[in-house]
Protein backbone atom coordinates (compact mmCIF):
# COMPACT_ATOMS: atom_id res chain seq x y z
CA UNK A 1 0.00 0.00 0.00
CA UNK A 2 3.19 2.26 0.60
CA UNK A 3 3.99 2.19 -2.75
CA UNK A 4 0.49 2.78 -3.94
CA UNK A 5 0.21 5.81 -1.96
CA UNK A 6 3.88 7.26 -3.28
CA UNK A 7 2.50 6.71 -6.71
CA UNK A 8 -0.77 8.11 -6.40
CA UNK A 9 -0.03 11.18 -4.28
CA UNK A 10 -0.43 13.72 -6.83
CA UNK A 11 -2.23 17.38 -6.84
CA UNK A 12 -5.83 16.47 -8.00
CA UNK A 13 -9.47 17.62 -7.43
CA UNK A 14 -12.00 17.06 -4.81
CA UNK A 15 -14.80 17.16 -7.81
CA UNK A 16 -17.43 18.78 -5.84
CA UNK A 17 -17.85 19.96 -9.79
CA UNK A 18 -16.91 18.74 -12.98
CA UNK A 19 -15.79 20.74 -15.27
CA UNK A 20 -13.24 21.97 -11.97
CA UNK A 21 -13.27 26.10 -11.86
CA UNK A 22 -9.82 26.22 -13.46
CA UNK A 23 -11.15 24.66 -16.39
CA UNK A 24 -14.23 26.41 -16.79
CA UNK A 25 -14.48 28.47 -20.04
CA UNK A 26 -14.93 31.52 -18.78
CA UNK A 27 -14.68 33.78 -22.19
CA UNK A 28 -18.02 32.01 -23.38
CA UNK A 29 -19.80 32.99 -20.47
CA UNK A 30 -22.34 35.30 -20.01
CA UNK A 31 -24.82 36.19 -17.26
CA UNK A 32 -27.58 35.87 -19.84
CA UNK A 33 -26.78 31.86 -20.77
CA UNK A 34 -27.18 31.76 -17.20
CA UNK A 35 -30.35 32.99 -16.76
CA UNK A 36 -31.46 31.18 -19.76
CA UNK A 37 -30.30 27.72 -17.69
CA UNK A 38 -31.56 28.86 -14.39
CA UNK A 39 -34.78 28.96 -16.51
CA UNK A 40 -34.31 25.47 -18.10
CA UNK A 41 -34.09 23.97 -14.95
CA UNK A 42 -36.79 25.33 -13.00
CA UNK A 43 -38.76 24.03 -16.40
CA UNK A 44 -38.00 20.65 -16.85
CA UNK A 45 -38.15 19.94 -13.05
CA UNK A 46 -41.18 22.21 -11.66
CA UNK A 47 -41.82 20.08 -8.66
CA UNK A 48 -38.75 18.78 -7.37
CA UNK A 49 -37.75 22.18 -5.52
CA UNK A 50 -34.32 23.90 -4.93
CA UNK A 51 -31.37 24.14 -3.07
CA UNK A 52 -29.62 27.35 -1.74
CA UNK A 53 -26.10 27.77 -0.26
CA UNK A 54 -25.28 31.09 1.73
CA UNK A 55 -21.87 32.37 2.35
CA UNK A 56 -21.46 34.34 5.23
CA UNK A 57 -17.80 35.05 5.13
CA UNK A 58 -17.10 36.94 8.48
CA UNK A 59 -14.64 35.38 10.90
CA UNK A 60 -13.73 36.80 14.39
CA UNK A 61 -9.80 35.34 13.51
CA UNK A 62 -8.33 33.67 11.00
CA UNK A 63 -7.98 29.37 11.20
CA UNK A 64 -4.94 28.93 9.45
CA UNK A 65 -5.97 25.46 7.97
CA UNK A 66 -8.91 26.83 6.32
CA UNK A 67 -9.24 27.44 2.30
CA UNK A 68 -12.40 29.04 2.81
CA UNK A 69 -13.39 32.29 1.50
CA UNK A 70 -13.41 34.88 4.43
CA UNK A 71 -13.18 37.81 5.78
CA UNK A 72 -11.74 38.44 9.28
CA UNK A 73 -13.45 41.16 11.32
CA UNK A 74 -14.39 41.61 14.88
CA UNK A 75 -17.25 44.32 13.62
CA UNK A 76 -20.41 43.02 14.18
CA UNK A 77 -22.13 46.03 12.37
CA UNK A 78 -21.45 44.15 8.98
CA UNK A 79 -24.11 41.81 9.83
CA UNK A 80 -27.09 43.46 8.62
CA UNK A 81 -25.49 45.70 5.79
CA UNK A 82 -24.33 41.79 4.54
CA UNK A 83 -27.90 40.16 5.07
CA UNK A 84 -30.11 42.52 3.21
CA UNK A 85 -27.74 42.35 0.03
CA UNK A 86 -27.76 38.42 0.58
CA UNK A 87 -31.89 38.97 0.70
CA UNK A 88 -31.51 41.46 -2.47
CA UNK A 89 -29.73 38.84 -4.54
CA UNK A 90 -32.01 36.23 -3.74
CA UNK A 91 -34.77 38.28 -4.86
CA UNK A 92 -33.47 38.90 -8.32
CA UNK A 93 -33.31 35.22 -8.51
CA UNK A 94 -37.22 34.68 -7.90
CA UNK A 95 -37.74 37.34 -10.16
CA UNK A 96 -36.36 35.01 -12.89
CA UNK A 97 -39.22 32.10 -12.12
CA UNK A 98 -42.18 32.14 -12.65
CA UNK A 99 -43.72 30.58 -9.47
CA UNK A 100 -42.19 30.22 -5.50
CA UNK A 101 -39.54 28.64 -5.47
CA UNK A 102 -40.63 25.45 -3.20
CA UNK A 103 -37.14 25.27 -1.14
CA UNK A 104 -36.03 21.86 -0.27
CA UNK A 105 -31.87 22.14 1.09
CA UNK A 106 -30.44 24.85 2.70
CA UNK A 107 -26.64 25.29 4.14
CA UNK A 108 -25.37 27.88 5.86
CA UNK A 109 -21.43 28.22 5.50
CA UNK A 110 -18.97 30.30 5.90
CA UNK A 111 -16.47 31.79 6.87
CA UNK A 112 -17.68 31.68 10.87
CA UNK A 113 -22.22 31.62 10.39
CA UNK A 114 -22.26 31.27 14.25
CA UNK A 115 -20.49 35.09 13.81
CA UNK A 116 -23.63 36.47 12.95
CA UNK A 117 -26.34 37.20 16.23
CA UNK A 118 -29.10 34.17 16.42
CA UNK A 119 -31.30 37.42 15.91
CA UNK A 120 -30.29 38.20 12.53
CA UNK A 121 -29.62 34.82 11.53
CA UNK A 122 -33.50 34.41 11.93
CA UNK A 123 -33.87 37.37 9.83
CA UNK A 124 -31.94 35.74 7.09
CA UNK A 125 -34.18 32.31 6.94
CA UNK A 126 -36.92 34.27 7.47
CA UNK A 127 -36.45 36.64 4.99
CA UNK A 128 -35.73 33.81 2.06
CA UNK A 129 -38.41 32.09 3.38
CA UNK A 130 -40.91 34.68 2.31
CA UNK A 131 -40.10 34.82 -1.53
CA UNK A 132 -40.03 31.08 -1.40
CA UNK A 133 -42.07 28.27 0.64
CA UNK A 134 -40.07 24.84 2.77
CA UNK A 135 -40.55 21.40 0.97
CA UNK A 136 -42.07 18.81 3.06
CA UNK A 137 -38.67 17.06 3.22
CA UNK A 138 -36.74 20.14 3.81
CA UNK A 139 -32.95 19.76 4.98
CA UNK A 140 -31.84 23.20 6.38
CA UNK A 141 -27.84 22.60 7.92
CA UNK A 142 -25.33 25.00 9.64
CA UNK A 143 -21.95 25.26 10.17
CA UNK A 144 -21.31 25.92 13.61
CA UNK A 145 -18.24 26.71 15.38
CA UNK A 146 -17.98 25.24 18.87
CA UNK A 147 -16.05 28.24 20.50
CA UNK A 148 -18.91 30.89 19.61
CA UNK A 149 -22.12 28.71 19.14
CA UNK A 150 -24.92 29.58 21.98
CA UNK A 151 -27.30 27.75 23.07
CA UNK A 152 -29.39 30.56 21.80
CA UNK A 153 -28.22 30.15 18.04
CA UNK A 154 -28.64 26.45 17.78
CA UNK A 155 -32.63 27.32 19.33
CA UNK A 156 -33.21 30.07 16.71
CA UNK A 157 -32.44 27.94 14.07
CA UNK A 158 -34.05 25.51 15.22
CA UNK A 159 -37.31 27.34 15.45
CA UNK A 160 -37.34 28.24 11.70
CA UNK A 161 -36.47 24.36 10.29
CA UNK A 162 -32.85 23.64 10.99
CA UNK A 163 -32.01 20.14 12.39
CA UNK A 164 -28.73 18.99 10.76
CA UNK A 165 -25.19 20.96 12.19
CA UNK A 166 -21.91 20.27 11.61
CA UNK A 167 -19.23 21.45 14.41
CA UNK A 168 -15.64 22.36 13.41
CA UNK A 169 -13.34 20.31 15.91
CA UNK A 170 -9.94 19.37 13.71
CA UNK A 171 -8.15 17.98 16.28
CA UNK A 172 -7.85 18.27 20.14
CA UNK A 173 -3.84 18.34 20.22
CA UNK A 174 -3.09 21.57 21.82
CA UNK A 175 0.48 22.12 19.64
CA UNK A 176 -1.78 21.60 16.87
CA UNK A 177 -4.44 23.93 17.61
CA UNK A 178 -2.05 26.49 18.24
CA UNK A 179 -0.50 25.95 14.97
CA UNK A 180 -3.94 26.21 13.01
CA UNK A 181 -4.97 29.12 15.24
CA UNK A 182 -7.77 27.27 16.60
CA UNK A 183 -7.81 26.73 20.34
CA UNK A 184 -10.52 24.86 21.12
CA UNK A 185 -11.06 22.98 24.49
CA UNK A 186 -13.13 19.85 24.30
CA UNK A 187 -15.47 21.18 26.65
CA UNK A 188 -16.46 23.78 24.43
CA UNK A 189 -17.52 20.75 21.46
CA UNK A 190 -19.41 18.81 24.08
CA UNK A 191 -21.22 21.40 25.57
CA UNK A 192 -22.82 22.05 21.79
CA UNK A 193 -23.22 18.93 20.94
CA UNK A 194 -25.36 17.92 23.76
CA UNK A 195 -27.24 21.36 23.57
CA UNK A 196 -28.09 20.81 20.21
CA UNK A 197 -29.43 16.86 20.73
CA UNK A 198 -31.72 18.65 23.70
CA UNK A 199 -32.95 21.39 21.48
CA UNK A 200 -34.20 18.14 18.95
CA UNK A 201 -31.59 18.31 16.04
CA UNK A 202 -31.89 15.21 14.66
CA UNK A 203 -28.48 14.73 13.05
CA UNK A 204 -25.21 16.10 14.38
CA UNK A 205 -21.96 16.23 12.80
CA UNK A 206 -18.62 16.49 13.54
CA UNK A 207 -15.27 17.54 11.11
CA UNK A 208 -12.07 16.40 11.85
CA UNK A 209 -8.49 16.73 9.79
CA UNK A 210 -5.55 14.30 9.98
CA UNK A 211 -2.59 16.28 8.07
CA UNK A 212 -1.87 19.32 10.11
CA UNK A 213 0.94 20.86 10.52
CA UNK A 214 2.90 18.82 13.75
CA UNK A 215 0.36 16.51 14.00
CA UNK A 216 0.72 12.43 14.30
CA UNK A 217 -1.11 9.25 14.83
CA UNK A 218 -1.61 9.43 18.53
CA UNK A 219 -2.94 12.55 18.15
CA UNK A 220 -5.68 12.07 15.91
CA UNK A 221 -6.10 8.62 17.63
CA UNK A 222 -7.25 10.63 21.37
CA UNK A 223 -9.52 12.86 19.15
CA UNK A 224 -11.32 10.26 17.42
CA UNK A 225 -11.65 8.51 20.56
CA UNK A 226 -13.18 11.82 22.26
CA UNK A 227 -15.32 12.26 19.40
CA UNK A 228 -16.71 8.92 19.11
CA UNK A 229 -17.28 9.47 23.30
CA UNK A 230 -20.05 11.97 22.21
CA UNK A 231 -20.97 10.15 19.02
CA UNK A 232 -21.75 12.69 16.08
CA UNK A 233 -23.90 11.22 13.71
CA UNK A 234 -22.12 12.22 10.98
CA UNK A 235 -17.98 12.80 10.39
CA UNK A 236 -16.19 14.25 8.01
CA UNK A 237 -12.43 13.34 8.67
CA UNK A 238 -10.93 15.53 5.97
CA UNK A 239 -7.37 15.28 4.65
CA UNK A 240 -5.56 18.67 4.86
CA UNK A 241 -5.49 20.62 1.71
CA UNK A 242 -2.37 22.12 1.52
CA UNK A 243 -2.35 25.02 -0.61
CA UNK A 244 -0.76 28.62 0.64
CA UNK A 245 -0.22 30.13 -3.08
CA UNK A 246 -3.90 29.73 -3.51
CA UNK A 247 -5.31 31.02 -0.23
CA UNK A 248 -3.24 33.94 0.67
CA UNK A 249 -0.72 33.78 3.38
CA UNK A 250 -3.14 32.45 6.25
CA UNK A 251 -1.21 28.68 5.21
CA UNK A 252 2.31 30.17 5.10
CA UNK A 253 2.50 30.58 8.91
CA UNK A 254 4.36 26.38 8.90
CA UNK A 255 6.62 24.97 6.76
CA UNK A 256 5.60 22.16 4.52
CA UNK A 257 8.64 19.97 7.06
CA UNK A 258 6.15 20.89 9.81
CA UNK A 259 3.11 18.72 7.77
CA UNK A 260 3.29 14.79 7.87
CA UNK A 261 5.09 12.87 5.76
CA UNK A 262 2.75 11.47 2.76
CA UNK A 263 3.48 7.97 4.36
CA UNK A 264 2.56 9.05 8.13
CA UNK A 265 -0.85 11.24 6.75
CA UNK A 266 -1.49 7.86 4.69
CA UNK A 267 -0.99 6.19 8.49
CA UNK A 268 -3.15 8.71 9.90
CA UNK A 269 -6.02 7.67 7.44
CA UNK A 270 -5.73 4.10 8.03
CA UNK A 271 -6.10 4.25 11.68
CA UNK A 272 -8.88 6.68 11.58
CA UNK A 273 -10.99 4.68 9.15
CA UNK A 274 -10.43 1.93 11.23
CA UNK A 275 -11.41 3.00 14.40
CA UNK A 276 -14.27 4.82 13.08
CA UNK A 277 -15.44 1.46 11.40
CA UNK A 278 -14.76 -0.15 14.74
CA UNK A 279 -16.84 2.74 16.50
CA UNK A 280 -20.10 1.69 13.99
CA UNK A 281 -19.32 4.21 11.35
CA UNK A 282 -20.15 3.40 8.02
CA UNK A 283 -17.61 4.38 5.40
CA UNK A 284 -20.03 6.80 3.03
CA UNK A 285 -17.57 8.05 0.11
CA UNK A 286 -14.29 10.11 0.10
CA UNK A 287 -14.17 12.10 3.81
CA UNK A 288 -17.19 11.02 5.37
CA UNK A 289 -18.48 8.72 7.54
CA UNK A 290 -22.01 7.80 9.45
CA UNK A 291 -24.13 5.59 11.89
CA UNK A 292 -26.36 3.44 9.76
CA UNK A 293 -29.28 5.46 11.13
CA UNK A 294 -28.12 8.65 9.76
CA UNK A 295 -29.33 9.71 6.24
CA UNK A 296 -25.77 10.18 4.03
CA UNK A 297 -25.61 6.30 4.90
CA UNK A 298 -28.75 5.36 4.28
CA UNK A 299 -28.45 7.80 0.86
CA UNK A 300 -25.37 5.73 -0.33
CA UNK A 301 -27.42 2.80 0.96
CA UNK A 302 -30.47 3.61 -1.88
CA UNK A 303 -28.21 5.00 -4.66
CA UNK A 304 -29.35 8.61 -4.02
CA UNK A 305 -26.09 10.16 -2.69
CA UNK A 306 -24.93 13.07 -3.88
CA UNK A 307 -22.19 15.69 -4.31
CA UNK A 308 -21.96 18.98 -5.29
CA UNK A 309 -20.36 22.37 -3.72
CA UNK A 310 -21.24 21.54 -0.50
CA UNK A 311 -19.71 18.14 -0.24
CA UNK A 312 -21.56 15.09 -0.10
CA UNK A 313 -25.71 15.19 0.40
CA UNK A 314 -28.16 12.92 1.12
CA UNK A 315 -30.42 14.17 -1.68
CA UNK A 316 -29.94 16.10 -5.00
CA UNK A 317 -32.07 19.03 -6.41
CA UNK A 318 -31.79 20.10 -10.62
CA UNK A 319 -30.43 23.61 -9.55
CA UNK A 320 -28.71 24.97 -6.20
CA UNK A 321 -28.30 28.73 -5.96
CA UNK A 322 -25.50 30.08 -4.30
CA UNK A 323 -25.65 33.10 -2.09
CA UNK A 324 -23.37 35.66 -1.08
CA UNK A 325 -19.28 36.81 -1.72
CA UNK A 326 -17.63 33.56 -3.78
CA UNK A 327 -20.87 31.20 -3.67
CA UNK A 328 -21.33 28.82 -6.13
CA UNK A 329 -24.27 27.67 -7.83
CA UNK A 330 -25.29 24.99 -10.08
CA UNK A 331 -28.19 24.63 -12.63
CA UNK A 332 -27.19 20.89 -13.72
CA UNK A 333 -26.40 22.70 -17.14
CA UNK A 334 -23.95 25.50 -15.32
CA UNK A 335 -22.26 26.88 -13.28
CA UNK A 336 -21.79 30.68 -12.08
CA UNK A 337 -19.67 32.12 -9.37
CA UNK A 338 -20.24 34.85 -6.95
CA UNK A 339 -17.52 37.81 -7.17
CA UNK A 340 -15.37 37.97 -3.78
CA UNK A 341 -15.05 41.24 -2.23
CA UNK A 342 -18.00 42.18 0.23
CA UNK A 343 -18.73 45.81 -1.10
CA UNK A 344 -18.15 44.95 -4.83
CA UNK A 345 -21.05 42.53 -3.99
CA UNK A 346 -23.27 44.96 -1.95
CA UNK A 347 -22.97 47.10 -4.48
CA UNK A 348 -23.82 44.83 -7.56
CA UNK A 349 -27.20 43.30 -5.67
CA UNK A 350 -28.19 47.24 -4.51
CA UNK A 351 -27.94 47.88 -8.49
CA UNK A 352 -29.85 44.95 -9.07
CA UNK A 353 -27.62 43.01 -10.87
CA UNK A 354 -26.95 39.23 -9.79
CA UNK A 355 -23.29 39.35 -8.46
CA UNK A 356 -21.69 36.73 -10.57
CA UNK A 357 -18.11 37.03 -12.19
CA UNK A 358 -17.55 33.96 -13.81
CA UNK A 359 -18.81 30.48 -15.04
CA UNK A 360 -19.38 28.01 -17.41
CA UNK A 361 -21.76 26.32 -19.90
CA UNK A 362 -21.67 22.75 -19.61
CA UNK A 363 -21.05 21.14 -22.87
CA UNK A 364 -22.30 17.23 -24.17
CA UNK A 365 -19.12 16.49 -23.29
CA UNK A 366 -19.35 17.93 -20.15
CA UNK A 367 -22.21 16.57 -19.36
CA UNK A 368 -21.68 12.69 -19.95
CA UNK A 369 -18.22 13.14 -17.86
CA UNK A 370 -19.90 15.08 -14.70
CA UNK A 371 -22.16 12.17 -14.81
CA UNK A 372 -19.89 9.58 -14.77
CA UNK A 373 -17.11 11.41 -11.94
CA UNK A 374 -20.17 11.63 -10.04
CA UNK A 375 -21.44 7.91 -10.04
CA UNK A 376 -17.87 7.16 -8.85
CA UNK A 377 -17.13 9.67 -6.07
CA UNK A 378 -20.76 8.81 -4.78
CA UNK A 379 -21.38 5.50 -5.88
CA UNK A 380 -18.09 3.69 -6.57
CA UNK A 381 -18.72 2.30 -10.23
CA UNK A 382 -20.13 4.05 -13.07
CA UNK A 383 -21.49 2.24 -16.67
CA UNK A 384 -21.79 4.37 -19.78
CA UNK A 385 -23.61 3.65 -23.00
CA UNK A 386 -22.65 3.11 -26.59
CA UNK A 387 -23.99 6.48 -27.22
CA UNK A 388 -21.86 8.30 -25.22
CA UNK A 389 -18.95 6.66 -26.69
CA UNK A 390 -19.80 8.84 -29.48
CA UNK A 391 -20.04 12.33 -27.78
CA UNK A 392 -16.88 11.62 -25.07
CA UNK A 393 -13.60 10.42 -25.87
CA UNK A 394 -13.47 6.70 -23.48
CA UNK A 395 -10.63 5.41 -25.54
CA UNK A 396 -8.28 7.72 -23.53
CA UNK A 397 -10.81 7.07 -20.18
CA UNK A 398 -9.19 3.24 -21.10
CA UNK A 399 -5.79 4.32 -21.95
CA UNK A 400 -6.15 6.09 -18.29
CA UNK A 401 -7.82 3.26 -16.75
CA UNK A 402 -5.04 1.12 -17.42
CA UNK A 403 -2.88 1.51 -15.11
CA UNK A 404 -5.42 1.76 -11.93
CA UNK A 405 -6.66 -1.56 -12.91
CA UNK A 406 -3.21 -2.98 -13.20
CA UNK A 407 -2.77 -1.88 -9.55
CA UNK A 408 -5.81 -3.59 -8.32
CA UNK A 409 -7.49 0.03 -7.35
CA UNK A 410 -10.68 -0.54 -10.34
CA UNK A 411 -12.59 -3.57 -12.19
CA UNK A 412 -13.21 -2.68 -15.63
CA UNK A 413 -15.79 -4.70 -18.03
CA UNK A 414 -16.35 -3.47 -21.89
CA UNK A 415 -18.91 -0.42 -20.66
CA UNK A 416 -18.46 -0.27 -16.93
CA UNK A 417 -16.04 -0.01 -14.29
CA UNK A 418 -16.22 -0.67 -10.57
CA UNK A 419 -14.22 0.91 -7.81
CA UNK A 420 -12.39 -2.18 -5.71
CA UNK A 421 -12.08 -1.96 -2.34
CA UNK A 422 -8.28 -1.40 -2.32
CA UNK A 423 -8.97 1.34 -4.61
CA UNK A 424 -11.82 3.41 -2.54
CA UNK A 425 -9.00 5.30 -0.64
CA UNK A 426 -7.88 6.37 -4.29
CA UNK A 427 -11.16 7.47 -5.63
CA UNK A 428 -9.62 10.90 -7.15
CA UNK A 429 -7.17 9.82 -8.60
CA UNK A 430 -9.83 7.19 -10.19
CA UNK A 431 -11.74 9.86 -10.98
CA UNK A 432 -9.34 11.71 -12.99
CA UNK A 433 -9.19 9.55 -15.73
CA UNK A 434 -12.48 10.81 -16.64
CA UNK A 435 -11.27 13.99 -16.88
CA UNK A 436 -10.33 14.59 -20.11
CA UNK A 437 -10.06 18.33 -20.02
CA UNK A 438 -7.43 17.42 -17.33
CA UNK A 439 -5.48 15.38 -19.54
CA UNK A 440 -5.71 17.59 -22.59
CA UNK A 441 -4.21 20.29 -20.58
CA UNK A 442 -2.33 19.87 -17.53
CA UNK A 443 -1.87 22.53 -16.06
CA UNK A 444 1.67 24.50 -15.77
CA UNK A 445 1.67 25.33 -12.09
CA UNK A 446 0.30 23.34 -9.17
CA UNK A 447 -3.40 24.08 -8.56
CA UNK A 448 -4.99 21.49 -6.79
CA UNK A 449 -4.22 19.90 -3.42
CA UNK A 450 -2.61 16.16 -3.14
CA UNK A 451 -4.89 13.46 -3.50
CA UNK A 452 -3.50 11.33 -0.93
Known sequence: ????????????????????????????????????????????????????????????????????????????????????????????????????????????GGGTPTFFSPEHLKMLIE????????????????????????KAHLQALYEVGFRRVCFGVQDYNLTVQ???????????????????????????????????PFQNCDDVEQTIMKTNALKP?????????HVPWLKGNGQRGYDEADLPSTVEKKAQYEMGKRMLTEFGY?????????????????ALVNGTLHRNFMGYTASKTQLMIGLGVSSISDSWYGFAQNVKNVEEYEDLVTHGVIPIFRGHILSSEDEV???????????FKTTWTNEEEQVA???????????????????????????????????????????LKLHRKKPDTRIFSMTV
Not at 197 to 209: L, M, P
Not at 233 to 241: E, K, Q, T, W
Not at 393 to 419: A, C, R, Y
Open 1 to 108: MCELVQKYNVPGPRYTSYPTVPYWEDDSFSGKQWQSSILRATEEHPGEGISLYVHLPFCESMCTFCGCHKRITKRHEVEVPYIKAVLKEWGLYVNLMDSKPVIKELHL
Open 127 to 150: GILQLGKKADDIEFSFEGHPNNTT
Open 178 to 212: RAINRIQPFENVKNVTEWARQIGYTSVGHDIIYGL
Open 233 to 241: DRIAFYSYA
Open 282 to 298: KDVGMDHFALPTDDLYL
Open 369 to 379: LRRHILNIMCQ
Open 393 to 435: DFQKIHENLSELESDGLVDIMENSITVTEKGRPFVRNISMAFD
